[in-house]
């Protein structure tokens, strides 16, 4: 980070850094990727990728962007496919959810609020 409190970096390499994720409250306090507002993600996904198991009770919102590949979000009752880049999905509290990478995929998530102290399993 520079002395003028702008950060420039790349989204590859830093979110191998941090499982991925390249802002929330679990960066330094007095960094600018710093947030308890929200989380983002940069997620690189081989083919064949998935969970291990499913998130069971979420308190956050979340947002999910694909880049480039196909990728699967589950969720109770329904499986959604995103397959052009640029298609999304957003689910809210509480909804259950589960993955899986049908191609090598890139993903954005944005996830929020940021919860300290909170890490999804798998």
Known sequence: M???GVY?????????LDRGWLLG???E??????????????????????????????TRTALLVLISGRFRLE???RSVTLAEQGDYVVWAKGVDHSW?????SV??????????GY???G
């Open 100 to 104: 899986y990478a049908e191609e090598e």
């Open 8 to 16: 420039v970096g790349s989204a590859g390499r830093d979110a191998a």
């Open 29 to 58: 306090a007095g960094d600018p990727r710093h947030s308890e507002a929200v989380e983002i993600k940069w997620g690189v996904h081989p083919v064949g990728d998935r969970r291990t198991q499913w998130v069971t009770g979420e």
């Open 75 to 77: 969720f109770p009752g």
């Open 119 to 121: 890490r999804a399993a």
């Open 2 to 4: 520079d002395d003028d």
């Open 25 to 27: 409250h679990f960066k």
């Open 107 to 116: 993903v954005l998530t944005v996830r929020w609020p940021s919860v300290p």
